[in-house]
């Protein structure tokens, strides 16, 4: 089974930064893309960056020129540093990866999301 284990949420004033870290765990075969998705209450989940495998990067126009979505293949991992945060910008904020991974019977394509980790921007 694959795992997303998400970290570095927290409480920050307005215009503050933070970085959070998504690490991807199990049996990959190959990662196709990972993205961050935020859940503000009472809205959608909705992508705000993703980073396809020899693709280009790519933001929500909310977010652009204040968040940089990346990736370190070697540890499965992807980071998204967020700059001069807003109150809008709260939410918790889940990470979402397309994998090529081992199952419980034979390889295949997963969908896998992790645990979501909260983003608290105070004005």
């Known amino acids: 089974q694959v795992q997303l284990v998400e970290s570095g949420g927290g409480l920050v004033q307005a215009g503050g930064s933070l970085r959070l870290s998504c690490a991807a765990s199990?049996?990959?075969?190959?990662?196709?893309?990972m993205g961050w998705y935020p859940e503000a209450p009472g809205k959608q989940r909705e992508l705000v960056a993703a980073?396809?495998?020899?693709?280009?990067?790519n933001y929500a126009d909310s977010v652009k020129g204040r968040f940089t979505i990346s990736r370190d293949n070697a540890k499965n991992t992807v980071y998204l540093q967020m700059n001069s945060l807003k109150p809008e910008d709260t939410a918790v904020y889940y990470c979402?990866?397309?994998?090529?991974?081992?199952?419980?019977?034979?390889?295949?394509?997963?969908?896998?999301w992790g645990q979501g980790t909260l983003v608290t921007v105070s004005s």
């Open positions: 979402n990866a397309r994998v090529l991974a081992r199952k419980v019977v034979g390889i295949g394509t997963l969908e896998v």
């Open positions: 980073f396809p495998t020899g693709g280009n990067t």
């Open positions: 199990g049996t990959i075969y190959r990662i196709d893309t």
